[in-house]
C-alpha cells in the first residue's frame, strides 16, 4: 500500500521530510508513525495507512514532497 503526503490545510502544498522513524524492512502497524514533515505552518507526523513490512522510502530526509504523493511503500 502507498503511503501518502495528506493535505492538513486549504493553502498547504508540499513538505519537507524532516526525519524517518523508520528504514526499509521494519514490520509497522496501523497508525504507526513513519515520519515527521515540516509545513510552512505545522510539523505534523505521518502515519502508517495499515500493517506490513516497510518496502521502501520514496523521499529522503530533507525532500520536499507534494501533498498527495507517494512517499513510502509499505507491503
Known amino acids: 500500500m502507498d503511503v501518502v503526503l495528506p493535505k492538513w490545510g486549504m493553502s498547504m502544498q508540499d513538505a519537507v521530510v524532516a526525519e524517518w522513524l523508520v528504514?526499509?524492512?521494519d514490520a509497522v502497524t496501523e497508525g504507526q508513525?513513519?515520519?515527521t514533515v515540516e509545513t510552512d505552518k505545522v510539523d505534523a507526523t505521518v502515519e502508517s495507512p495499515g500493517a506490513g513490512t516497510v518496502l521502501e522510502l520514496l523521499a529522503a530526509a530533507g525532500d520536499t514532497v507534494e501533498v498527495g504523493a507517494v512517499m513510502a511503500r509499505i507491503g
Open 23 to 25: 528504514t526499509v524492512g
Open 33 to 35: 508513525p513513519l515520519a
